[in-house]
């Protein structure tokens, strides 16, 4: 009963509408400015075009660095669709505003498209920026060939911007380590010695792609490397990619020494990111006495973050300490942060893992009473709970909850596994009505591409024998076959 009284006093804060700006003082901001008509934009499928004409409609002007100003924004929050109607509707482009409209356009319209609008720009604009960024477009898309060609004009723009080509080298290295080139990577690697180009990225993506790979031998040889070097870039977050490391390879011992080296390199402004790491990677290991040393230190930050409440929530949850996450879960509602539907979600999510699913109901029908429309997160943590205790009828009915749930233009997806169990549990029961139904809602609320819809359906229909639907979905997924496979296989030992 005490988790249910957690919720009601933020609920005002989570019932407002959306912000994409955050103010520092009411009394600073007009009570009628462009800012404030833009940070009521929160729906992604509504232009905000209209907004910027009405503005200089009503006679009134819009400086060139406002314009800027929402883009950065619209993109730090990850509305991609909003930000490139802004920058279409700037002129008089400086390199930077170029730079930009290129990335927007890779990102809502493709690859194709942005390929377009760079061949429309002309020479004498595309400088060292513009191909920088169009190297991240096809690093993005694995465009290994085109990254290759548009790096190598890069490093023939101008040898002096050292800063800015350790990037563009940086891009290439995840590139290379994201794709399985290793030999690639460990020749640019090379190179950037060499020319004294490394910094703390480049030793990141190396360890993590030793990590990626279990080479154990080759993550030590580095760190000694790094560690003897008095100049190397070394700092925290080197030793937990580390720690990740080890802790994979179920060396816990060498995980913790690890992370001990880290936290006497924290400081400044990454000392919350930092502690929210730890606190997860404690976790990993079982140290659940570290996992409250940090969380205290973390607590003493001011002010207080849903991140750092979410992570320790999560922590928890790996230790299956739920008496403690609901402590936690009361601490920070009697706190001064807003309401974060993540927060509740994750504690959903470590009733589910632990059996607890009469717990996890009462939480979601408590927040049911005061919200109808719930996040699809929320539904789909308790269809996964259901899928992995194995009671597909309710799995079924809930996961059609989550995936009403979720909204055209958000990042967010159904957890895989559960849904394609879902759709093989209708088609095995023969309930074609209910699996189309599905089907439909998933591209609706573009779950699916529309290639995944017209396969699910065939494959509903009988027309593509000897395949599962996890199979058919795994591309919108980016699921490998050993993903698959180790998914069912744990799905498996879980029962």
């Known amino acids: 009963m005490k988790m249910m009284k957690l919720i009601g006093s933020k609920w005002k804060l989570y019932n407002a509408p959306p912000r994409l700006f955050h103010f520092s003082s009411s009394s600073s901001i007009p009570s009628d400015s462009l800012l404030l008509r833009m940070s009521r934009a929160g729906d992604p499928n509504i232009s905000v075009t209209p907004l910027l004409d009405q503005w200089v409609q009503e006679g009134r002007d ?13 993109k730090a929050n990850r509305r991609f669709h909003h930000a490139l109607e802004v920058s279409e509707w700037m002129s008089n482009l400086v390199s930077g505003d170029i730079a930009s409209r290129l990335d927007l356009i890779a990102h ?32 993005q898309h694995n465009s290994v060939e085109k990254a290759e060609a548009i790096m190598q004009k890069i490093k023939e723009y101008d040898p002096k911007q050292v800063p800015r080509l350790t990037k563009n080298y940086n891009t290439m290295l995840r590139l290379y380590a994201r ?14 010695k060499e020319k004294n180009l490394c910094d703390g990225f480049s030793y990141n993506i190396r360890l993590n792609a030793y990590l990626t790979t279990n080479d154990i031998d080759g993550m030590e040889k580095l760190l000694d490397q790094l560690e003897a070097d008095p100049v190397a870039p070394v700092d925290w977050v080197i030793f937990c990619i580390a720690a990740d490391g080890f802790t994979k390879a179920g060396q816990f011992e060498k995980s ?18 930092a502690y929210e790491s730890l606190i997860i990677k404690y976790a990993a290991i079982g140290k659940k006495d570290d996992v409250y040393r940090i969380w205290n230190m973390c607590k003493m930050l001011k002010p207080s973050r849903n991140s750092s409440y979410i992570s320790m929530l999560t922590a928890l949850s790996e230790l299956n300490d739920i008496d403690g996450a609901e402590r936690i879960l009361e601490e920070w509602e009697s706190g001064n942060t807003c309401f974060d539907n993540r927060i509740p979600n994750v504690m959903v999510s470590a009733y589910c893992k632990n059996g607890m699913l009469e717990k996890a109901e009462a939480c979601i ?28 009828n309710k799995a079924v009915e809930t996961m059609k909850k989550a995936v009403l749930a979720g909204k055209q233009g958000w990042r967010w997806r159904p957890y895989p596994f559960t849904l394609a169990a879902c759709i093989e549990h209708v088609k095995d029961k023969g309930d074609y009505e209910l699996a189309l139904e599905i089907l439909r809602i998933c591209r609706e609320q573009v779950t699916f591409s529309a290639a995944t819809y017209d396969r699910l359906l065939s494959y509903m229909h009988g027309e593509i024998p000897e395949t599962n639907a996890l199979n058919l979905m795994k591309e919108d997924y980016n699921l490998k076959t050993d993903e698959i496979l180790d998914g069912e296989k744990q799905h498996e030992i879980e029962m």
């Open 62 to 74: 819009i400086k060139h660095s406002e314009l800027q100003f929402f883009v950065k924004q619209l």
């Open 108 to 139: 809502v319209r493709g690859l194709d498209q942005a390929e377009k609008y760079f061949s429309s720009i002309s020479d004498t604009s595309r400088d060292f920026k513009v191909y920088g960024t169009l190297l991240n477009c096809y690093a």
């Open 179 to 192: 794709i399985g080139q290793y030999e690639k990577l460990n020749s640019l690697m090379q190179e950037m």
């Open 256 to 273: 913790l020494a690890m992370l001990k080296k880290s936290e006497k390199l924290i400081k400044g402004k990454m000392m919350r990111v």
């Open 365 to 392: 029908a408590r927040l049911s009473e005061r919200k109808s429309d719930l996040d699809g997160s929320v539904w789909d943590s308790l269809a996964r709970g259901y899928y992995e205790f194995n009671d597909m």
